[in-house]
């Protein structure tokens, strides 16, 4: 079954620093969103990105926050300057089209900040 | 946002049957109702989703009430690999749109 693949799978960083999360989508999905949980709470919404562009982001998506798909295949996250409160799972999910109603999400990139 | 109610927790025999229920009251009337799962240390993982009608697929059904204000989701016969957090959602179907969700049901498992 197509997987979406998440690197790396853990990252620990200082705080104040740039990190870099990426995802491989699933090859012919067209959908991109990044979703963010905090140890012990619930899973959030980050920012969905089609055809290029941010189609929607959430108020926690904020200056520090940006994502790309600089080569047509990796999807990426940049935070850059890292609060310790940025500690968190960090998911990538993808989607087929509009009318695939089923999201697939990646196992996930721990971030620590110290 | 349409709010929906699970409970915190749920407890259940290996082999049996499971129904995890959902309150969603304020549901739009175009909404569809979503559920996924989440296994410990793994990503949510898309279940079934419907609108109005009963919904089976190989992992589970889905009962969704006449007036689309409760749904459950039937395990038919739990094994221990469905321990996980099982959530309801509403998603309007829209590629932008983003899933929001709750603390969901912790189900777990007995032997």
């Known amino acids: 079954e197509p997987e979406v693949t998440q690197t790396p799978s853990h990252q620990v960083t200082q705080m104040g620093q740039e990190v870099i999360l990426r995802c491989v989508p699933i090859s012919n999905h067209l959908y991109f969103y990044w979703y963010r949980q905090i140890l012990g709470q619930k899973v959030e919404f980050l920012v969905s990105?089609?055809?290029?562009?941010?189609?929607?982001k959430s108020e926690i998506f904020d200056d520090q926050f940006s994502v790309e798909r600089p080569d047509g295949s990796n999807f990426t996250l940049k935070i850059r300057s890292t609060k310790l409160e940025d500690s968190a799972m960090y998911f990538c999910?993808?989607?087929?089209?509009?009318?695939?109603?089923?999201?697939?999400f990646g196992s996930g990139t721990r971030l620590t900040v110290v | 946002d349409a709010k929906t109610t699970q409970p915190n927790s749920m407890e259940s025999n290996e082999e049996e049957p499971v129904h995890l229920p959902c309150n969603h009251s304020?549901?739009?009337?175009?909404?569809?109702i979503h559920w996924y799962r989440q296994l410990p240390s793994q990503g949510p993982e898309y279940v079934i989703h419907?609108?109005?009608s009963n919904v089976n697929n190989r992992m589970a059904s889905l009962a969704i009430a006449e007036d689309r204000k409760s749904s459950t989701l039937i395990l038919h016969r739990a094994t221990l690999r469905d321990a996980a957090v099982y959530y309801c959602t509403p998603y309007s179907g829209g590629g932008a749109d983003g899933l929001t969700f709750g603390k969901g049901t912790h189900l777990i498992i007995q032997p």
């Open positions: 999910a993808t989607k087929g089209d509009f009318s695939d109603y089923g999201y697939t």
């Open positions: 419907g609108l109005t």
């Open positions: 304020t549901i739009s009337g175009t909404d569809y």
């Open positions: 990105f089609y055809n290029n562009e941010i189609s929607e």
